[in-house]
Every structure is written in C-alpha cells, then in structure tokens.
C-alpha cells in the first residue's frame, strides 16, 4: 500500500498571505491528524478528522482551519500567516490505533 | 491534560553496544496506548514500538524492546546492537483510550547518535 502523501512537500510565503496544505491518507484509513512542529514549541496537535467531521482541535487559533473530503483526503488552511507559522507540517492517518505519518509539508514565512 | 516528558535531550551509543532512552509521563486515566516514534534526518516519523496500558507484558520489536511501568508512569525504550541506521530523534507519544480520536501527546524528544 502507498503510504501517507502530503503536497506540496516545500512552501515559501509572505507574511500575511494564506496557504492550503494537502494530505492523501493511506488507502482505506479514514482518520486523519494534522501537527505542527517547531524547534520551540516542538510537535502540537492541530486537528483530526474523521470520515469529514473533525473530530479532536488543539490549542491553536482560528486562522488554522481543516476539512476532509468523502474520499478521506484533508486539506489545512492557514490565513494570514504569520512568521510564527513557519514550522514542518506533518499529517497522520489511522484506520485504528496506530496513526501512519506523511513526510511533512515544511512551511517557510518570510 | 496528559503531558509526556523526555529528560534526555541528547543520548549517544556505541555501534552494537545498547541504550535506553527515558520517557515519562502524566495522566488521570488508566487505559491509554504509548508510542515511540523514530524521526531521522528525513522527517518521517516511523513507528519503532508500541504498548496498550492493560497488557502488563512489556512490548518487543526486533532490536527495540520497552520496559512499561505503569504505577511509576515511566516507558523507557531499550535499543539492543545499535546500528548507523538507528540514529534520529526519538519521540514518546500519548494516546488516550478513554476519549474518542487518535490524538497523540508528545514528548520533547531525544536525538540518538551513533558513533561507528
């Protein structure tokens, strides 16, 4: 089976610009986790969702946001970004304990 | 709220030799899973190991085995005959049985070096 895919794999953007991120989960898993890790702040939990409804949110502020499509592909959004959002964006599918993670999208904010 | 601590920022081992990276962590609930997942230059996380609170038998994979005490909230993971391959950084995650969702709690992590 192919494994978690996530596009695009680098991404460089402007303060203030919006970006969408994607995730293709492995065949037949309908969960899928998205995080966030830093140096600092190091690997924080976004979001999951589960067969289109999200399931689980993190701490984190509006500007992120998320959504699954009927095939269990996710999407996460930023707006407005901030140079406080550059970090390695990571997904996670599972079709039961175990979540299977992609290669990460690395997000730069200049 | 779990929280997952992982005291050893940087531990190294000799080629074959063996090490054990130290984790410990936080919470009310007792039915819970623990993870180490293996993150190399790459950035993939990989799974290396994992245990379900209830089963007493600590879990073993090949080269990598945990030891899961559950009243001292420790799961420490042993590398046996450390390989090149074995260097990353290792994360220790939480996964609660009790709430619905697969989210995962993680440490701060350890970067394992391998000296040939």
């Known amino acids: 089976k192919a494994g978690v895919t996530q596009t695009p794999r680098y991404l460089i953007k402007t303060r203030g610009q919006q970006v969408t991120l994607s995730c293709s989960p492995i065949?037949?898993?309908?969960?899928v986790s998205w995080y966030q890790q830093t140096p600092g702040q190091g690997l924080q939990f976004l979001f999951e969702?589960?067969?289109?409804?999200?399931?689980n949110k993190g701490n984190f502020p509006g500007r992120f946001s998320g959504r699954q499509f009927s095939n269990s592909r996710s999407e996460m959004n930023v707006s407005t970004l901030e140079l406080g959002d550059s970090a390695l964006y990571l997904c996670?599918?599972?079709?039961?304990?175990?979540?299977?993670f992609g290669p990460g999208t690395r997000l730069t904010v200049l | 709220a779990q929280t997952v601590t992982q005291s050893q920022p940087e531990m190294s081992v000799q080629e074959a030799e063996t090490v054990t990276l130290s984790c410990t962590y936080d919470?009310?609930?007792?039915?819970?899973?623990l993870f180490w997942y293996k993150q190399p230059p790459s950035r993939q996380m990989i799974l290396v190991i994992r245990?379900?609170?209830?089963?007493?038998q600590n879990a073993t994979e090949n080269r990598f085995s945990v030891n899961f005490q559950k009243a001292a909230k420790s799961f420490s993971l042993k590398i046996s005959d450390s390989q090149l391959g074995d260097a990353a950084m290792y994360f220790c995650?939480?996964?609660?049985?009790?709430?619905?969702?697969?989210?995962?709690?993680f440490g701060e992590g350890t970067q394992l070096t391998v000296n040939p």
């Open positions: 996670a599918s599972s079709l039961g304990v175990t979540q299977y």
């Open positions: 245990q379900e609170a209830y089963k007493q």
């Open positions: 065949s037949g898993h309908r969960s």
């Open positions: 995650a939480y996964r609660s049985r009790e709430t619905s969702g697969s989210r995962l709690t």
């Open positions: 919470t009310s609930e007792s039915d819970y899973y």
């Open positions: 969702y589960f067969s289109e409804t999200q399931r």
